[in-house]
């Protein structure tokens, strides 16, 4: 029978679910192998083509390793709360649980028609409550815990609480807030429960503190940075804001330097390792507190900044605050404030990244306020300007123009002083030359320092004088962790006096409880501010906001390694057995989110012992963007440019005036229009009038973003269908390297469906009957074979998928074009491309006898280099300089034996039809060349 891919897919899918084949066991027998992809946030629109190319590579690369003897652990979940669900169900009312599940079941339903080797007993929910449980238990770990410098690692908050009983709060040395008291144990013992916990709440790795957020009105939610996009949110496109609300926040700052240190010992892609130390950000530098001219009492009489060029303290001209900073109300004079409140208004309609992305545009406002330079003695004036954020450093910077192009530019439009720090230097001129080796040229008692002097020189002069210090800062913030949303984890917090407090852990999980709406209440309050009857112990209220999306992607792949298990998020067993994931493939848009906030919980669970590995994620590979093939049909327009009711061929259009019109991939093959079906696509052009070119429609192209909006999203059922599972899994392969972005073309398709029938049909004859023999096989077929098994091998341990693709083609032509039905040959063949087509292999395997059991724990094929040596040579043999055939010779004959050789051949006998040649030119290894 002709290679019958539906059926043969739909078996083996079957099976496999019904023996649960990819089941994956804690072996200790065997070497553990655990590839891990990004779980999908299951959207109503399902998989596209795009979607599973990840998936397929991961999936290959696990069979792949099977075979090679490993225990494989290759499991999916989904990350199933978040914004798009609860935004649908505002919309119609109906619960996100509804919708999600939904969804899941389109997303499970289309990746089991792909052929995935998943271990679906282990599928995870971030949405289920047996799941979210353990992301609760986590924070009430992280609530309990702090940063203790002196070990460099976080604690139980029982330890700071024992130093704070011997010694006081004198010794500790923490990561923790800044307004922390000063006390001795008698203070400590005298304080009263709320003031005890309103002290350790600034210690612990999570924490309610004031945050400046990205506000959306509209969405009644916060946003993180990466959903805003040129102040208006991704989702809904809604305007977004800059507000100070008090929110939940992890300390992941503590983390900072581990965190920096770490990537040296990782192999993941260096984009994405360089995206995490420019977000990390360490800068070595100096703090300076610059005291307030006629500072207010009640308020710190100093601003402090940052600086990693303290050495420039005598050109500063001005100092910027953020427009949030806390001083800034209290320092605005009465002249200043109109124009103060107007640019703060202004400002929070950008976000924080707009901000920083913003090197060119000039603004900001006068204080009408001064301080006094600390070194100098000189009077600088306080602005407020919003390339200063709040949350990096101390929210204030100082300018200093003659060594800054920004601070120049804003000096400049502002008409400040430029102070000159650089002798016989232009305003303008880099500060580079401040750091070259040799005199330093300043001002100030540091005149004829070299740089490496005055630095240290500036740092003890601060210090001795209480107006800094040295200082290694982070640019990274602590984490914001509440979301005023519905649909995620509710946070296990209640309050009591004001103050938060951690419900019992045998109450977890805290559920999510009914509500009449998803929207915030008509106060102000989260959705859950809607639940009734929602209390702790019927009185204290609870924690209104839920957890951000990144909360339940933070440690997952520790519940895959035991997802029952109900006493614990995983057991010790299963955690040194499993210990870290070996291969990660997902998207390089995680690397300042999800793979960072991961790499900072794993870390913490280390430090309390739940883990053993300091790094979660051994190799990651980004896997690169399949994007959008469009169609065009162009309109013709008349000459007010207004579309007429006829369409022109492409090849025509340069004869008319027109307009390019999205069209639906799926009715266009070989970018030849299906007009009837574009008539049900575009109603209004039923009537159209077509202009054809050789009697077809033919459609532009062009390479874009898949997306439903310009019609080329590609459904992989319709593909699956037409071509079976196999055939797409081998093309997408085949588009190109794994990491690098490709467009899709569905016209390249019926090549590698053309290919898996040929190689079919090697096991049948040409009555589609199953033909193979136990013949010896020929050195030949051999070399082709063993040639496959190196190169795949080879492939695969590189993640060159797209070259096997190419090399299963030449063995299958070169077998075919050696007439091979050897069983030996074909068997070791059906076991290297079973990693790409599971499903016809499998069916063949069981063909060739194997009926028991499955090819997925067969044993990948050794390979013999010594089929690969060549002790032949197929010499093209030429009279007069034509080709007439190739000969066979053993490489080792020497040039009068190769003449002899072809002399003597029948065939080149005829050719010469009896005439005696006058030169016989034999070149070794290459060719002969008969001269008549």
């Given amino acids: 029978m002709d290679y019958q891919f539906k059926e043969i897919e739909q078996k083996w899918q079957k099976i496999w679910a019904q023996n649960q084949t990819f089941k994956a066991d804690t072996d200790t027998s065997k070497p553990k192998f655990y590839v891990l992809d990004m779980f999908p946030y299951p959207s109503g629109a399902g998989l596209h083509v795009g979607h599973p190319l990840g998936y397929i590579a991961s999936d290959i690369f696990s069979r792949y390793k099977r075979l090679k003897g490993f225990n494989v652990l290759h499991p999916m979940g989904y990350d199933s709360f978040g914004l798009p669900a609860e935004q649908y169900a505002i919309q119609t009312g109906q619960h996100p649980a ?66 704070f009983n011997a010694s006081g709060s004198a010794d500790v040395k923490a990561v923790c807030d800044e307004d922390i008291k000063s006390f001795m144990p008698s203070d400590w013992a005298t304080m009263t429960p709320e003031e005890k916990q309103e002290e350790l709440l600034k210690y612990r790795l999570t924490y309610l503190r004031e945050s400046t957020v990205n506000w959306c009105p509209a969405l009644g939610t916060v946003l993180a940075n990466d959903e805003v996009k040129d102040g208006y949110s991704e989702r809904g496109g809604h305007p977004v804001e800059q507000k100070k609300m008090m929110q939940w926040s992890m300390r992941i700052s503590a983390y900072a330097e581990r965190l920096l240190q770490g990537l040296n010992t990782i192999d993941w892609p260096e984009p994405v390792k360089e995206m995490q130390r420019n977000w990390i950000g360490k800068s070595v530098g100096a703090s300076v507190r610059f005291p307030i001219e006629n500072a207010p009492a009640s308020f710190d009489n100093y601003i402090e900044v940052f600086t990693t060029r303290v050495d420039t303290i005598f050109g500063v001209s001005y100092l910027v605050l953020a427009p949030e900073h806390e ?215 609870y924690e209104l906001s839920t957890m951000p999306g990144w909360a339940g992607s933070s440690w997952y792949w520790y519940r895959y390694m035991d997802a029952q298990n109900d006493g614990s998020f995983a057991s010790k067993e299963a955690i040194e057995y499993w210990k870290d994931v070996d291969l990660y493939i997902g998207g390089s848009e995680h690397a300042t989110g999800h793979l960072l906030y991961s790499r900072f919980w794993n870390k913490f669970l280390k430090d309390l012992g ?210 091979c039905k050897n069983r030996q040959v074909l068997e070791d063949l059906v076991v290297v491309l079973s990693s790409y087509a599971p499903h016809i292999c499998e069916e063949l395997w069981a063909q060739l006898g194997h009926e028991e059991g499955s090819l997925s724990y067969a044993k990948y094929p050794e390979f013999n280099p010594a089929y690969l040596v060549e002790d032949e040579f197929s010499y093209p043999i030429s009279v007069n300089g034509k080709t007439r055939l190739n000969l066979n010779l053993s490489l080792s004959l020497d040039v009068k034996a190769i003449e002899d050789a072809v002399m003597a051949d029948e065939q080149v006998q005829k050719y010469l039809d009896g005439k005696t040649p006058k030169k016989v030119i034999v070149v070794k290894g290459r060719i002969v060349n008969i001269v008549l």
């Fill in 610 to 819: 739940y883990v053993q590995e300091e790094e979660p994620f051994k190799k990651l590979i980004n896997q690169g963007m399949i994007q959008g093939r469009s169609n065009f049909v162009y309109r013709v327009v008349d000459e007010n440019g207004k579309g007429t009711n006829t369409l022109v061929s492409q090849g025509l259009k340069k004869d008319y005036k027109t307009s390019a019109l999205h069209v639906d991939v799926n009715i266009v093959e070989n970018e030849v229009l299906d007009i009837a079906k574009f008539k049900l696509f575009r109603p209004e052009f039923a009537d159209a009038e077509f202009i054809l070119e050789n009697g077809k429609y033919i459609c532009g192209v062009e390479v874009e973003k898949m997306s439903k909006s310009k019609f080329n999203v590609v459904n992989p059922d319709i593909l699956i269908e037409n071509y079976g599972a196999d055939t797409l899994r081998m093309y997408e392969m085949f588009l190109g390297p794994l990491e690098q972005s490709k467009p899709w073309n569905t016209n390249g398709i019926e090549g590698v469906f053309k290919f898996l029938r040929k190689f079919w049909r090697l096991f049948h004859n040409d009555t589609w009957v199953f033909n193979v023999s136990d013949s010896v096989p020929s050195k030949a077929e051999l070399k082709a074979l063993h040639k496959i098994i190196k190169k795949v091998q080879d492939d695969i341990d590189r993640f060159s998928f797209n070259t096997s693709v190419s090399s299963f083609m030449i063995a299958v032509n070169e077998l075919t074009d050696l007439k």
């Fill in 327 to 541: 001083m800034v109300s209290v320092l605005t004079t009465p002249a200043q404030k109109e124009s103060v409140e107007t640019y703060i208004t202004q400002t929070k309609k950008k976000s924080e990244l707009d901000r920083m992305a913003d090197t060119k545009t000039v603004s900001g406002a006068f204080t009408g306020s001064y301080v006094i330079n600390p070194v100098s003695g000189e009077r600088v004036q306080l602005w407020i300007a919003d390339y200063v954020l709040a949350g990096y450093g101390t929210g204030a910077v100082m300018g200093v123009p003659s060594g800054d192009q920004r601070d120049w530019l804003f000096a400049k439009h502002f008409n400040l002083p430029i102070v000159q720090i650089l002798d016989a230097q232009k305003e303008i001129d880099v500060q580079a030359d401040a750091t070259k080796e040799g005199t330093y040229i300043n001002s100030g008692f540091i005149n004829g320092m070299t740089y490496a002097e005055a630095i240290p020189t500036l740092n003890n002069w601060l210090a001795e004088k209480g107006a800094g210090k040295a200082k290694i800062n982070y640019r990274m913030r602590d984490a914001i962790f509440g979301r005023q949303r519905y649909w995620g984890e509710p946070i296990p917090v209640y309050f009591k006096n004001g103050l938060p407090y951690l419900i019992k852990e045998e109450e977890l999980p805290l559920m999510l409880p009914e509500i009449d709406k998803y929207l915030p209440t008509e106060t102000g309050e989260p959705p859950l501010g809607r639940a009734e009857d929602w209390s702790y112990e019927d009185q204290y209220e």
């Fill in 98 to 163: 509804l919708t999600t599940e939904t969804n899941i079941n389109t997303y499970r339903r289309q990746l089991d028609k792909i052929g995935f080797s998943f271990d679906w007993s282990r599928e995870v929910r971030t949405s289920d409550p047996s799941y979210y449980k353990w992301t609760q238990w986590i924070f009430m770990q992280l609530f309990n815990s702090w940063y203790n410098l002196e070990n460099d690692r976080a604690e139980d908050i029982t330890t700071l609480i024992e130093k």
